[in-house]
């Protein structure tokens, strides 16, 4: 019986994690509201005028993929007239024992040095209502196309194939 069980388990966290990993694409997304820094509701900028690559982040795993996007900056490996990138901070999922305004002023100053675009969805609805499953712990990349297609995502620690990926697809998107 202990082996039933532990046989059961076993099984169900690994199906749950492959469930969590796994997102279809492309599929069909819809532009939807974020609260900005200062606080204000938005929609996502430039939807349906540009392509779009997202950092859909958890403020505990922020620097989970930092030498990939240092990288992609400095090399502007994802640049281009046809694309717009930008930070999206996933407040619900932080553990930080501080308030979300506090979390967005400290955003605000970061942003004000590098001159980046950053909003937050205080609620998980980005990952909600786009099917993206728990992105809890994760640095999730996106790329949403100008028809409103994620035709990209990948959640957690970008590893050599899956940057090769990465910079294939974006390149059809710049």
Not at 24 to 51: C, F, M, R, Y
Request: charged share 20%; glycine share 6%; with cysteine.
């Amino acid at each position: 019986m202990r082996n039933f069980i532990f046989v059961l388990l076993v099984t169900m966290f690994t199906t749950m994690g492959v469930n969590a990993q796994s997102v279809d694409v492309p599929h069909a997304v819809n532009n939807l509201t974020l609260i900005q820094l200062d606080g204000s509701a938005a929609k996502i900028p430039h939807w349906g005028e540009k392509n779009l690559l997202i950092f859909y982040v958890d403020p505990d795993e922020s620097n989970q993929n930092h030498e990939f996007t240092v990288e992609l900056e400095e090399k502007h490996l994802a640049a281009g007239e046809n694309i717009y990138g930008f930070g999206i901070i996933n407040l619900k999922d932080s553990w930080y024992p501080v308030p979300n305004s506090l979390v967005r002023k400290m955003a605000a100053k970061r942003t004000a040095k590098n001159g980046a675009y950053i909003t937050t969805d205080p609620d998980r609805r980005l990952a909600r209502q786009w099917g993206l499953g728990s992105c809890n712990n994760k640095f999730v990349l996106m790329i949403v196309s100008k028809e409103g297609e994620l035709v990209y995502c990948h959640k957690g620690i970008i590893n050599a194939a899956e940057k090769k990926k990465f910079l294939e697809i974006v390149q059809q998107y710049r």
